[in-house]
């Protein structure tokens, strides 16, 4: 009797723990990507982006464009021309559970510390 109660209190735990980790790696995240001047980082002409090798987006000078990815480890790859050579950067960012972000193209080309900014988001509730 007692190993059946064990057994049963073991394969609730089990069942808890997996829908804690289904909740964090299928997570939605929106991450914004924009191509704006911050500080003496310039906004590009056009540059072209990928996140989590996803199809590519193009975006223009002054612009905000909306991703969404699953799970919480990704990379962004960012291809613009300058002085008429084509480049490519690529990062790793991770999100948490109830978290975005908003990515700045001329500070992730630029090197600066401030190239990502992350933003808590709040379950929605039904009504």
């Known amino acids: 009797m007692k190993r059946m109660i064990g ?6 735990g089990v069942s808890i723990l997996l829908g804690i980790f289904l909740f964090v790696s299928g997570r ?17 002409k056009s540059v072209v982006y ?6 590519d987006v193009k975006i223009k000078k002054n612009k905000k464009k909306l991703s969404n990815v699953k799970g919480s480890s990704h990379e962004i790859v960012v291809t613009y021309k300058k002085d008429g050579v084509e480049k490519k950067i690529s990062r790793e960012f991770k999100l948490k559970a109830l978290e975005e972000a ?12 401030e190239w990502i900014e992350y933003k808590s988001t709040k379950m929605k509730q039904k009504s």
């Open 50 to 55: 990928t996140i989590d090798n996803q199809k």
């Open 7 to 12: 057994a049963q209190l073991g394969l609730v």
């Open 28 to 44: 939605e995240h929106r991450v914004f990507v924009e191509n704006k001047s911050i500080g003496e980082h310039k906004a590009f």
């Open 102 to 113: 908003t990515i700045s193209i001329p500070g992730l080309v630029g090197g600066s510390e």
